[in-house]
């Protein structure tokens, strides 16, 4: 783990990267960090939010059948399922900052060309070029973890998903000021604004100093950490930066007065056998067991969290096509489509809350399980049909937690890794996820507009009890550890 060190006659003290950040502590740079990070996941949410809201109005333009329109959704989460891992990759070998700048540009990009999409399939490819580049949002996470004290990461972290929450708001709000009288299109083409402010603003994002250290350039690294005390007007202890890579604490040759930085000298690797070599590490002995029970985990989470997006929308329509005896003019019902959209997008505003509070104090696995359990309580009188009202309270109730359980699997994720794999490893499961978003609209479209509710709730409910049992066996607790480099 790097260090800085701070001699003093013949006595040399160390202090870790992370007891740096905590001498720090969170300050205005942390606070401009923040809200960076989080408009790259309020684009993010934005676009998926949209999803609820484009499949019905293209299915009835372009009279769709119900696999084609779940078909839009899986589109996107096929682009996520490459892009997660790409975009990891890519964090790991050239950087945090080009990996963020690339996957924004592309969700931007895709955005603004899917509203001129002339046909059904040329919508298939935008939507699956879109969802690649918003398969890297996981990577504005991992850079925004980098800054944060361990003592307070929990929270913070659970605090940057206020963004994404207020992405699912704003994407419901536009949707219903737009969809009514300008249709799907202008909602995609004014939905990829926030991602080109992203783009504009991330000239200014700095590299993450973790991952400098980590490739050995200490010097940068040193002047980002020198950038970050002179925002929080705060010091830095001075002396020498060094990575343990090559030297240890009680290192007898170091000179009392030696002011040089010293890096790692070792042979610079291909990206090729960067490659192999982050693959090889994620399932060495240490982390095989952990690595699998996050691919699971992601899995079950991601289909879980999707499915209850769309079926806030699926089952309004089910029960206006599947026997229900309520009639309601056409506008009345669009606005209650709306309407249901924002209430459960909202639900995740007070799941945060309880998550921040939990998350410190009974660690990451136990707040887990905790709202795991609650998750599968609320869905279980789902499996037989309920009035508007009370269907709605459960899929608020049910949302509000696995969100936040689906935030803190993040957090954990991105602290049980390495500095050297944490792209590669969060978006690997990241990843395994996307294809749990992929399986899930043929359960929450095709099953529930096939009128066969029941069964689409009893396969959410496998997935999730099989969500909580992972959450048992991952190996250790993150909560106040510090985060490792090797």
């Given at each position: ?73 899986t589109a996107v989460f096929g682009g996520m399922l490459i892009g997660a891992y790409f975009w990891g990759f890519i964090s790991d070998a050239y950087g945090r900052r080009i990996a963020m700048q690339g996957a924004d540009l592309v969700t931007a990009a895709a955005g603004l060309l899917s509203a001129s999409s002339s046909d059904y399939k040329s919508l298939i490819i935008y939507r699956s070029l879109l969802g690649f580049g918003v398969g890297g949002g996981h990577v504005f996470t991992s850079w925004f973890l980098e800054f944060i ?338």
């Amino acid at each position: 783990m790097s260090k800085l060190i701070l001699k003093m006659g013949n006595q040399i003290h160390g202090y870790t990267l992370d007891q740096i950040l905590s001498t720090m502590g969170f300050g205005t740079f942390q606070g401009l960090v923040l809200f960076f990070a989080g408009a790259g996941w309020l684009s993010e949410a934005m676009e998926m939010m949209l999803l609820s809201f484009i499949g019905p109005a293209v299915k009835s333009e372009w009279t769709l059948s119900p696999t084609e329109e779940s078909l839009l959704t899986t589109a996107v989460f096929g682009g996520m399922l490459i892009g997660a891992y790409f975009w990891g990759f890519i964090s790991d070998a050239y950087g945090r900052r080009i990996a963020m700048q690339g996957a924004d540009l592309v969700t931007a990009a895709a955005g603004l060309l899917s509203a001129s999409s002339s046909d059904y399939k040329s919508l298939i490819i935008y939507r699956s070029l879109l969802g690649f580049g918003v398969g890297g949002g996981h990577v504005f996470t991992s850079w925004f973890l980098e800054f944060i004290p361990a003592s307070s990461r929990g929270a913070w972290m659970i605090g940057i998903s206020t963004f994404w929450t207020i992405g699912t708001l704003m994407g419901a709000s536009l949707a219903w000021i737009v969809m009514p009288g300008l249709g799907w299109r202008w909602l995609l083409a004014l939905s990829s604004i926030p991602a080109f402010l992203v783009l504009l603003f991330s000239i200014f994002a700095p590299e993450s100093p973790r991952y400098l250290y980590m490739k050995g350039r200490t010097n940068e690294a040193l002047g980002i950490l020198e950038k970050i005390a002179l925002i929080n007007r705060t010091e830095l202890p001075t002396g020498i930066l060094l990575s343990d890579q090559n030297t240890d604490l009680d290192e007898e040759n170091a000179s009392s007065d030696e002011t040089t930085l010293l890096s790692s000298t070792g042979k610079k690797k291909s990206y090729s056998e960067t490659f192999f070599k982050s693959v090889l590490e994620l399932f060495s002995k240490n982390l095989l067991g952990t690595t699998l029970l996050l691919w699971l985990t992601h899995f079950g989470y991601t289909f879980a969290y999707y499915g209850l997006v769309l079926l806030i929308t699926e089952f309004n329509s089910a029960q206006r096509e599947c026997g229900s005896t309520t009639i309601q003019s056409k506008k009345v019902q669009d606005a209650s489509l709306y309407i249901d959209a924002f209430i459960n997008s909202s639900a995740e505003l007070p799941g945060l809350v309880v998550g921040a509070v939990l998350v410190d104090r009974l660690g990451r696995k136990l707040t887990m399980e905790i709202l795991t359990g609650l998750t599968f309580i609320l869905m279980l009188p789902l499996i037989s049909h309920q009035n508007q009202l009370v269907t709605t309270a459960l899929l608020f109730g049910a949302r509000m937690f696995i969100s936040t359980a689906f935030t803190i699997l993040v957090v954990y994720a991105k602290e049980v890794y390495p500095t050297s794999v944490r792209g590669t490893g969060g978006g690997l499961a990241t990843s395994m996820g996307r294809i749990g978003g992929m399986v899930c609209p043929l359960v929450a479209v095709a099953l529930t507009s096939g009128c066969h509710q029941t069964v689409a709730i009893i396969l959410f409910e496998i997935v999730v009890l099989v969500s909580g049992i992972s959450i048992l066996l991952f190996p250790f607790e993150t909560m106040g550890r510090e985060l490792s480099d090797m």
